[in-house]
């Protein structure tokens, strides 16, 4: 059995998780966050999740998924492939990527775990792409948090 491979993050943001989860879903805030691409989902179980952006001015699909579940304001789990890899879209090589909010008084801790790795094609080199020298999320956290705090 091969090792367990998890990135895993978190962040507190000074706002409520109701807050944090428009930002989560909401396609114009996603795409200030995710590197220029909205979110395309009904937002229910079973439900396709694509990435959308663009790219050298064509609308194109960077990542799909499925969501496995979903808690407005405390958790949502889906899958997550990249359509133009080389390896097959089968269920294997799909990854998982959860958010997990925690309300605490006047913040949010929303946590991040992304998993999946060890069985799926390319593995390896997805979970180090992930992991991103051990930031992981990080830099997605930090700009999920500037623009949650602002609202």
Not at 54 to 76: A, T
Not at 87 to 114: H, S
Not at 116 to 132: H, I, L, P, V, W
């Amino acid at each position: 059995m091969n090792e367990k491979m998890i990135v895993k993050n978190s962040i507190d943001i000074k706002t409520c998780a109701s807050v944090v989860w428009d930002v989560l879903i909401n396609p114009a805030k996603t795409k200030k966050y995710m590197f220029g691409c909205e979110t395309v989902s009904d937002w229910k179980v079973g439900s396709d999740l694509l990435w959308e952006g663009s790219f050298e001015g064509k609308k194109m699909v960077f990542v799909k998924g499925k969501i496995v579940k979903i808690e407005p304001n405390k958790i949502l789990k889906y899958t997550v492939i990249d359509p133009n890899a080389s390896y097959p879209d089968i269920p294997e090589n799909y990854l998982n990527v959860t958010y997990n909010l925690f309300e605490e008084g006047d913040k949010t801790i929303l946590m991040v775990t992304q998993d999946g790795f060890e069985n799926a094609a390319d593995g390896e080199k997805r979970f180090k792409d992930s992991n991103n020298n051990g930031e992981g999320w990080n830099p997605i956290l930090i700009e999920i948090k500037k623009l949650a705090e602002t609202i």
